[in-house]
């Protein structure tokens, strides 16, 4: 067996997204994504997924051309070849977030977030060539399925009008009543049981009520709610105190490990987070001080599968728990976020997935949710297969785009629908 790398192919592309609504704006009609493939002397390619803004391109390219010549089995060392590819520093100084909602951006993060799209697509390519599972390779699952979370969004019914873009039948949930459908809809399609609403877009109490709407709809099922950092301790602990009796836990209220730690400090509900703690550097400050009591693992920007796995070993230590972040995605992660997610044995929330609001993939067929769940895949390596003829036409889409698609902007999405709209300065309430 020859497990060098001879080639490494890189393509961009742009996937149907819904018009979903988050703090900074709504989600643009396609989003970018870039697609790893990494192929070994024996003729074996492995796939990985990442983000596809420039940003992550201009890093992925230096990077995929250093792992020409190296082992796919060396995933140690994708760290070190990382660490010499030199970030513009003007990509993450004073720069806004202007979509991903993920907290902090440095150097590291942008590397780790190119790093674990190689990762994922070495760990396929070495399980292929070893006729062993992705999962096998990080140690073994602990779990045969491994539990999602419907992810509601307020939403409109379609983009703006004019803006060309994929239709779906979800409707609009602007209202208590509209997340209640949708949440009916995720039960009915995918059995999902709990429920996450992203929320930081109405003011506190009408989300309140589509919480209340939601616990009413569906007594005894775990409920979180997300404004990603939109609100100030005293509203967040407003919130905690109206909802306490229903929500399994509150994401990311406040902005920042001081203002979770006010908020945690005063209230019972339990407070999480991918917002705070994004890195390892974060982890200290926040668990000292007691800000977060779940962490929401990202394999995308902490850096891969082996890395989560760390990330959940330092949560267990510490008594916190884990769950799992998602942004928008394909295929290739949600195999990938399974395979990892069914190795961590301290593993006790349903994941976060945007999968579901994905109309579109590049693998020859959908990975499925029954009862909210993903079966482990036991399959040689993520055990699932690109469509080639897929990848080229989102590509071709990624060609055909002008470049106001490439990066992912939430705010200017919205400006579309409404001129005036600026990122709301934090906390909007
Ligand atoms: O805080 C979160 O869960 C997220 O950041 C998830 C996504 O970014 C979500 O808010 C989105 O895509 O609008
Ligand atoms: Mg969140």
């Not at 993450?92 to 907290?103: A, F, I, M, N, Y």
């Not at 209220?253 to 339990?270: F, H, I, K, R, Y």
């Not at 599968?305 to 928008?328: D, E, K, P, W, Y």
């Amino acid at each position: 067996m020859n497990l060098t790398i001879t080639d490494v192919r890189l393509t961009p592309i742009l996937v149907a997204d819904p018009p979903l609504l988050n703090t900074q704006g709504v989600h643009q009609p396609y989003t970018p994504r870039l697609i790893v493939e990494v192929e070994t002397a024996d003729g074996v390619t492995g796939i990985g997924e990442t983000y596809g803004d420039t940003k992550y391109l201009e890093l992925a390219r230096p990077f995929a051309e250093k792992l020409v010549g190296r082992q796919v089995s060396d995933l140690n060392g994708l760290f070190t070849v990382a660490e010499e590819v030199s970030v513009d520093s003007s990509r993450v100084s004073g720069q806004v977030d202007v979509g991903g909602l993920r907290g902090v951006q440095t150097a590291d993060k942008l590397r780790l977030s190119v790093v674990s799209g190689f990762e994922v697509a070495c760990l396929d390519a070495l399980g292929k060539t070893l006729g062993l599972p992705v999962h096998a390779l990080l140690g073994g699952k602990v779990r045969d399925a491994v539990e999602y979370s419907a992810y509601l969004f307020y939403r409109w019914a379609d983009h703006p009008s004019g803006v060309a873009c994929e239709k779906d039948d979800w409707g609009a949930a602007v209202d208590p009543a509209g997340v209640v459908e949708q949440a009916r809809l995720f039960k009915e399609r995918y059995g999902f049981t709990s429920f996450k609403l992203k929320g930081g877009v109405f003011p506190p109490d009408e989300e309140i009520a589509a919480v209340r709407a939601l616990a009413e709809a569906f007594p005894g099922h775990p409920l979180r709610l997300d404004p990603n950092g939109a609100w100030s301790v005293e509203t967040s602990l407003k919130v905690a105190e109206e909802l306490g009796d229903v929500l399994e836990y509150l994401e990311d209220p406040a902005l920042g490990t001081p203002a979770m730690a006010e908020v945690s400090a005063g209230t019972d509900v339990p407070l999480a987070t991918n917002m705070c703690v994004t890195t390892f550097a974060e982890i200290k400050e926040a668990f000292t001080r007691d800000a977060v009591q779940v962490v929401l693992s990202d394999h995308h920007y902490w850096g891969g599968l082996r890395n989560t796995q760390q990330l959940a070993a330092i949560c267990r230590t510490f008594g916190v728990g884990v769950s799992m972040h998602s942004n928008t995605h394909l295929g290739i992660s949600l195999a990938a976020m399974t395979h990892v997610a069914a190795t961590v044995p301290n593993l006790h929330h349903a994941c976060d997935s945007h999968y579901p609001w994905q109309s579109e993939d590049v693998l020859t067929s959908r990975l499925t949710f029954d009862d909210g769940k993903v079966a482990v895949l036991d399959a040689p390596g993520l055990g699932v297969e690109l469509d080639r003829e897929k990848l080229e036409f989102l590509h071709q889409r990624w060609l055909d785009d002008d470049g106001a698609l490439r990066e992912r902007d939430d705010a200017a999405a919205m400006r579309v629908a409404e001129p005036g709209w600026v990122t709301p300065s934090v906390p909007r309430w």
